[in-house]
């Protein structure tokens, strides 16, 4: 290594920096998650998981695409927080937390043998692993997807060390390789990353992928894995086979779209491109190839859902994020090449605004818990207090494709779900060819429906008259033309199609309009039936909070992010860093 490089790394030699460096990121991390709502999607495996516990049938009574391990994972939590009395959102995060903690602890094997004798690079990966894994999540904390990063980050600096010709060894790489077993099992397209890395590994050694210990548990994991699935939940393969082409539609883009467009693909995309400028000016080309490859990987594993949701790009980002301070770390200086100038600029410029902003990001939801960075839509607060005042403890139902509007609202505000899907999300498919069409929006005739809308009316419309439900929440309806696109479907009128439906309905009174949601209050006493939604002149309806992507530079966050990685780089060129001339 240069002189320059380990003048920089010094004063990580100092325990105190280190200590205060790493303990912040889980601080200001766990803070700002544990004052705010949980995520969707993790309140509704929490809820689903309640439900498997309390008898229900996963994938008959609660149906969740995912497969059924991370419904599992959320079991033991739920069993402690109940021993306990505590609520189970506590729990779960108290529990999330202590992986992220045994992840930066795993880690170590793979580092003190890759980096053996260096303590101050130890202590700089590590703290980069601790903004991936504590700030970089935002509010995508606890997402399956973080979960496997914290899972297999180990397994990658064993695999980088095995590349370098380093042999970890000992009882840690039976700890490594279950933990990455069970962060690949979590979804199937997290083995794009192992056989990325595997291949890797055998490439690199001209050799075929050979068993070790770390690798034959990830094997062993997804073996006993498929097993289990195929005994304890065959009901799995019956829903991929009914409602597995369904979801691959629901909010589906192209692949290049996807890549170059989706929530969080260009933090990847341009730490890949430095990269591929800097890997030969870099001290440590095994480590930032390693880096390199789970990046790839990982935007490869976000890009073939087509779906361009920020947090299937999160472990891509989080990842680079690594990539981009081991590249900046190692540079050997002078770069000789424009393209090296360049890129080194642009590297530490991208990676202090990435820091910079996850580390503001992180604060403000810590600061101010119910405010826009945490709200999931228009009105979220408000809607949550209305429910909480008049259906605490009973059941209410959301008539919405997005997840967002039912959860984690309805567990926030104390209600309770009595659907047993979480969204309408296959409403959404049904229709979405028919959005954009000039002429009015169409309804296909109940007896005329495919098996799936059949079997998803009845569903929705059992579900509804068997609870009786305190209140039903409905996604507002704007006016029937193609601008307004998937705000065209009115839920009511699709459902009132049913008799059993249109029948309930008449027991129910229109309350308000909160935000992007019309409130129905059951009344028994009321006979004049619920009236009509209100009705929205095109245009005067916020878009709801599309379960897709955004390219935007409107958030604050961002904007912060834009203005630091333009100042940072403007800072690089003046004082001559782009040139290997050491800043003052």
Known sequence: M??????????????????????????????????????????????????VLDGARLYVDVVEINPPLIVAFNFPAILLARGLGLPDILVFRIVMGLILVLSLVALQLGLRVLLPGERAWRRWVTVLAAVALFLAPGEVFSEREHLMLALVLPYIFVIIARRMNHSPAG????????????????????????????????????????????????????????????????????????MGGAYLAFLRNSFLVTLLFGEGSRLPLVALLAYLALRKASSRPGLSTGLAVSVLGLLLVATIQQKGWNYHFYPASACSIMLLGVLVASLVRPLRSLAERLYGTVALAVLVAAIVGASVAAGWRAMEPRGGQVELHSGFWDLADLVHQRAAGEPVAVLSYNMRSAWPLVPYAGAEWPLRFPSLWILWVLYAEDFGRPAPLQYRAIDRASALEQNFIDAVVDDVVRSRPRLLLVLSTARDVPDNGDRRLDYLAYFQRDARFAEALTGYRYLTTVGLHDVYERDAGFAGGPGRPPHHAQGDLAPVPRAGFRFTLADPVELLQLLVLIGVGGIAIATGWHRGRAPA
């Open 2 to 51: 240069n002189v320059r490089a380990i003048g920089r790394m010094a004063v990580l030699e100092r325990p105190v920096v280190f200590g205060l460096l790493v303990l912040t990121c889980v601080i200001v991390g766990l803070a700002s998650e544990f004052v705010a709502p949980p995520d969707p999607d993790n309140a509704f495996l929490l809820y689903a998981a309640a439900r």
């Open 171 to 242: 009882w840690a790489l039976h700890v490594v390789g279950v933990m990455a077993g069970f962060g690949v099992a979590l979804k199937p397209q997290f083995v794009v990353l192992w056989v990325a890395l595997e291949g890797w590994l055998a490439v690199a050694h001209r050799s075929r992928p050979r068993v070790r210990i770390e690798n034959a548990w990830v094997l062993g994991v997804l073996i006993a894995y498929a097993g289990a699935v195929l005994v304890l939940t065959p009901q799995y393969l019956t829903l991929v086979r009914d």
